[in-house]
């Protein structure tokens, strides 16, 4: 059962797969509310991923019609649904491709849910980011602080999670600097990070 907010998000769905020069994007509004475990999210600030882009030029086939894209989500709680009692009204949250996964298989009991094969993603099996509002899992959403630009923070919850686990995992001593990259289609990307052990960079 969800919490009727009577709210309506606005936001650009897909509703027809094709080129960015097709405009296939279109304005959208919709009721939002809230299900058990959700939160909903007045969205401050929204990324662009390059699978945001194959997902609206169709490179991506949509699993659903009228997808509202985005996965890099920045903003606060304005209510919880039933059985959400993580994140407080208010609380700046984040919102990341990986959506929900079983919890129960043997990549989640291993702490690799990336690779849970009943996965779901958020601007794909469900509403993203590219909204006023969005719904997010609770179990999800990742707490950000409430001093940083929300701008800068939304890139972290896609290439940031991306270049984190190798990070993490890797055996950087503190202090070292590496290099992760990376390559998609049309595109490569480079970025430098810190092992998390390391002060923050200044540079």
């Known amino acids: 059962m969800s919490v009727d907010t009577g709210l309506v998000a606005h936001g650009w769905a897909v509703h027809r797969p094709g ?5 296939p994007l279109e ?3 919709r009721p939002v509310s809230p299900g058990p475990g959700e939160i909903l999210v007045r969205v401050e600030a929204c990324g662009v991923c390059r699978t945001d882009l194959h997902l609206a030029e169709g490179d991506l086939a949509p699993k659903r019609p ?3 894209p985005g996965h890099e989500i920045v903003g606060r709680v304005l209510a ?3 059985g959400a009692t993580r994140f407080p009204p208010g ?6 491709w990986l959506r929900s996964t079983c919890g129960v298989c ?8 990336n690779l849970c094969p009943h996965s779901r993603y958020t601007g794909w099996d469900a509403d993203g980011g590219y909204a006023d509002l969005t719904v997010l899992p609770e179990r999800f959403a990742y ?6 630009d929300p701008a800068h923070l939304a890139p972290l919850l896609c290439a940031g999670i991306i270049g ?3 990070c993490g995992a890797a055996p950087c001593p503190p202090a070292d600097a590496w290099a992760c990259t990376g390559s998609a289609p049309r595109r490569t990307s480079r970025s430098r990070w810190q092992s998390p052990r390391a002060p923050p960079c200044m540079s």
């Open 19 to 23: 080129p960015i020069g097709d405009h």
């Open 27 to 29: 304005r959208t509004e």
């Open 66 to 68: 009228d997808t509202v």
């Open 143 to 148: 707490p950000l602080p409430d001093d940083a």
């Open 80 to 82: 919880a649904g039933p």
């Open 164 to 166: 984190y686990g190798p």
């Open 91 to 96: 609380r700046r949250v984040g919102g990341a």
């Open 106 to 113: 043997r990549y989640c009991r291993a702490g690799q849910e």
